[in-house]
């Protein structure tokens, strides 16, 4: 079956440091990968979508590269803030359109 | 932007009972879901509606049952709530089926069901 796997273990970094999270996948040869953030108590948002011909892509901070060779991507955020703490999580569109499969997520904390 | 309200934040019930989780999008979105998060667990699919009166099963439709009466209102039902049932509750829509289609949440219904 699939599997999307994020570290499910929380990330500490300190403000200014670059934060890198890693989701790998498994069975699958998505066209397109997904980043989410989620703050306590409330929806998943939006925030980047890579194509698998990207190897790379960038929001302001953010920047997302795409290995499908190593079926993983690599999120990260670059002078980090404490505001940034939250969970990331990744996502793909498995089996059929409709259908957008999440990984566990990965907790980041910035400290001062 | 786009709005995606579920009715309820907090809702506690007792097994048996039958419950309605209701959500409401306004950009006119083809495609509603309904997820669950639980810890360690991550977002899994319940059910999803890619057109009024359609709906498909997701990765864990057992126990629950879906409405799609109107193109803007997406229900889930639990028949008899039990209390592994309890958890957050997400509803999401999406413009249309595409690959590349992001979704948009609503804040979530944590459910309790003692």
């Known amino acids: 079956s699939q599997k999307i796997e994020q570290n499910s273990e929380a990330l500490n970094i300190q403000e200014g440091k670059t934060a890198t999270l890693t989701c790998n996948y498994t069975?699958?040869?998505?066209?397109?990968l997904q980043w989410y953030r989620q703050d306590p108590g409330r929806g998943p948002v939006f925030l980047l979508l890579?194509?698998?011909?990207?190897k790379e892509k960038r929001k302001e901070r953010l920047k997302v590269t795409f290995d499908t060779t190593l079926k993983q991507s690599l999120f990260h955020i670059t002078a980090s803030q404490p505001a940034d703490s939250a969970t990331y999580l990744c996502?793909?569109?498995?089996?059929?359109?409709?259908?957008?499969?999440f990984g566990t997520g990965t907790r980041l904390q910035v400290t001062l | 932007d786009v709005k995606v309200t579920q009715s309820s934040r907090y809702l506690v019930k007792r097994t048996g009972e039958k419950v309605f989780l209701e959500c409401v999008q306004d950009?006119?979105?083809?495609?509603m879901f309904w997820y669950r998060q639980d810890p360690g667990l991550g977002l899994r699919l319940i059910y999803f509606?890619?057109?009024?009166?359609?709906?498909e099963k997701g990765d864990i439709p057992e126990g629950y049952s879906v409405s799609r009466e109107k193109k803007e209102r997406f229900s889930l039902i639990l028949e008899s709530a039990s209390t592994n049932q309890t958890s957050m509750y997400l509803c999401?829509?999406?413009f249309g089926g595409g690959l590349n289609e992001k979704l948009f949440f609503g804040s979530g219904t944590q459910l309790s069901v003692l």
């Open positions: 999401a829509s999406s």
């Open positions: 069975n699958y040869s998505p066209a397109y």
């Open positions: 890579i194509r698998e011909n990207e």
């Open positions: 996502a793909l569109y498995t089996g059929t359109a409709s259908k957008l499969t």
């Open positions: 950009m006119d979105h083809e495609n």
């Open positions: 509606s890619y057109d009024v009166k359609m709906k």
